[in-house]
């Protein structure tokens, strides 16, 4: 059995954080006994680490730096060192700067850091960046979630190809599995939808980065043309009061819902017609592969790892990033030509469940695991 521990930043919900918590779920009990360290004491997704019977260590830190820190890390060494952890897998930027170099002076015989991101939050000073492209050098390994990511890797961080490990983020399969369609219609209705509309929809933080003031912009411009249409833009964040205020300055009168985070035992995307996702950086988004997932018309911009999954014209539309009238130009051809939308939505599907379902992902990040631990190229 191999002994492996987590590190991660937060309980909180979002991509990496779902993400990892996924693969603690169904990694087998029989091959991996999994602990986890947390840099937050608390979150909604503590409780499913729980139930998948993980061993989980709080490391309180206000701060990557100082005497507390240091504290913390001397602990982590040791628990580390006592518990005999073969593989060691730092999941977030703040776990790898902290994590990684205290797991390397424990001596843990296999150590991972992660590069899940394409561009660094606004919170990540220059100190962040350079001591993280470090905790790459240190680790034995780095895991990157899709084959543009890990060229990034390469390019921008210096990190050589042969220490690079790809493992694309997993889908589980409820996220395949249709809503009846009287829950359906519930939904929506409890939405303010009207039961004939064509519903646009985007699951996504409310920030800059996801761009919702372009996808405003295109929706203004086709909503006359397409009267039955409505938007619906799920999740929060610091622009919540920005975008509502574009709305209402855009007049759409009340054809733009934004309902907050929902966090139903469903794939969301069941919930709409067409799946927008316009962000300006994106490494492998679980949004899209969700929407994906629902066989739904995915319109997506051309940013980042996005185009790993999206193919123009085969699984999705691909647009330009922070342009509303190529945006709208999609939207209306999705409208106009329902039987190639539902093409798209199938291959879509197709093409996610055999490149990004949950048993194909976990069985080679299970094998990835053992390979390392088995000292097959765990050399630094």
Same mark, same amino acid.
């Given at each position: 059995?191999?002994?492996?521990?987590?590190?991660?930043?937060?309980?909180?919900?979002?991509?990496?954080?779902?993400?990892?918590?996924?693969?603690?779920?169904?990694?087998?009990?029989?091959? #991996?006994?999994?602990?986890? #360290?947390?840099?937050?004491?608390?979150?909604?997704?503590?409780?499913?680490?729980?139930?998948?019977?993980?061993?989980?260590?709080?490391?309180?830190?206000?701060?990557?730096?100082?005497?507390?820190?240091?504290?913390?890390?001397?602990?982590?060494?040791?628990?580390?060192?006592?518990?005999?952890?073969?593989?060691?897998?730092?999941?977030?930027?703040?776990?790898?700067?902290?994590?990684?170099?205290?797991?390397?002076?424990?001596?843990?015989?296999?150590?991972?850091?992660?590069?899940?991101? +394409?561009?660094?939050?606004?919170?990540?000073?220059?100190?962040?960046?350079?001591?993280?492209?470090?905790?790459?050098?240190?680790?034995?390994?780095?895991?990157?979630?899709?084959?543009?990511?890990?060229?990034?890797?390469?390019?921008?961080? =210096?990190?050589?190809? =042969?220490?690079?490990?790809?493992?694309?983020?997993?889908?589980?399969?409820?996220?395949?599995?249709?809503?009846?369609?009287?829950?359906?219609?519930? +939904?929506?209705?409890?939405?303010?939808?009207?039961?004939?509309?064509?519903?646009?929809?985007?699951?996504?933080?409310?920030?800059?980065?996801?761009?919702?003031?372009?996808?405003?912009?295109?929706?203004?411009?086709?909503?006359?043309?397409?009267?039955?249409?409505?938007?619906?833009?799920? =999740?929060?964040?610091?622009?919540?009061?920005?975008?509502?205020?574009?709305?209402? =300055?855009?007049?759409?009168?009340?054809?733009?819902?934004?309902?907050?985070?929902?966090?139903?035992?469903?794939?969301?995307?069941?919930?709409?017609?067409?799946?927008?996702?316009?962000?300006?950086?994106?490494?492998?988004?679980?949004?899209?592969?969700?929407?994906?997932?629902?066989?739904?018309?995915?319109?997506?911009?051309?940013?980042?790892?996005?185009?790993?999954?999206?193919?123009?014209?085969?699984?999705?539309?691909?647009?330009?990033?922070?342009?509303?009238?190529?945006?709208?130009?999609?939207?209306?051809?999705?409208?106009?030509?329902?039987?190639?939308?539902?093409?798209?939505?199938?291959?879509?599907?197709?093409?996610?469940?055999?490149?990004?379902?949950?048993?194909?992902?976990?069985?080679?990040?299970?094998?990835?695991?053992?390979?390392?631990?088995?000292?097959?190229?765990?050399?630094?």
């Amino acid at each position: 059995m191999i002994r492996l521990a987590f590190c991660i930043d937060t309980f909180q919900i979002g991509g990496t954080e779902l993400n990892a918590v996924r693969w603690a779920e169904h990694l087998s009990a029989e091959r #991996f006994r999994l602990t986890v #360290f947390h840099l937050h004491a608390d979150g909604p997704l503590r409780a499913r680490y729980q139930q998948a019977g993980a061993q989980l260590v709080y490391l309180p830190l206000r701060r990557l730096y100082g005497p507390r820190a240091m504290r913390q890390g001397i602990r982590l060494a040791r628990f580390l060192a006592q518990a005999h952890i073969d593989v060691f897998h730092a999941h977030d930027i703040y776990s790898n700067i902290f994590g990684v170099p205290w797991a390397r002076l424990a001596r843990v015989p296999v150590v991972v850091a992660s590069r899940r991101w +394409w561009k660094s939050s606004p919170s990540t000073s220059w100190a962040h960046a350079i001591a993280n492209r470090w905790a790459y050098r240190a680790a034995h390994r780095v895991l990157a979630n899709s084959p543009s990511v890990a060229g990034l890797l390469t390019r921008r961080d =210096g990190v050589p190809p =042969g220490k690079i490990i790809c493992i694309p983020n997993s889908l589980a399969e409820d996220a395949f599995v249709p809503l009846p369609t009287s829950e359906r219609a519930a +939904w929506r209705a409890r939405l303010g939808l009207p039961a004939d509309a064509l519903v646009i929809g985007i699951v996504a933080r409310l920030d800059r980065d996801k761009d919702h003031a372009t996808l405003l912009s295109a929706f203004a411009r086709v909503a006359a043309d397409m009267p039955r249409a409505y938007l619906v833009c799920v =999740g929060d964040g610091p622009e919540r009061a920005a975008v509502r205020v574009l709305a209402q =300055g855009l007049r759409l009168n009340g054809r733009v819902q934004f309902p907050g985070t929902l966090t139903p035992p469903f794939n969301l995307h069941h919930l709409f017609d067409v799946s927008v996702l316009c962000s300006v950086t994106e490494a492998s988004p679980n949004s899209v592969l969700e929407a994906m997932a629902a066989a739904r018309p995915v319109i997506a911009t051309r940013v980042g790892g996005v185009p790993d999954a999206v193919h123009d014209g085969e699984t999705g539309v691909l647009v330009p990033p922070g342009d509303p009238d190529a945006l709208a130009a999609a939207l209306r051809a999705v409208h106009d030509a329902p039987e190639r939308a539902q093409a798209l939505g199938r291959a879509a599907r197709a093409y996610v469940r055999a490149e990004h379902h949950e048993s194909r992902i976990i069985e080679r990040l299970s094998a990835s695991y053992e390979s390392l631990a088995s000292g097959a190229g765990a050399q630094s």
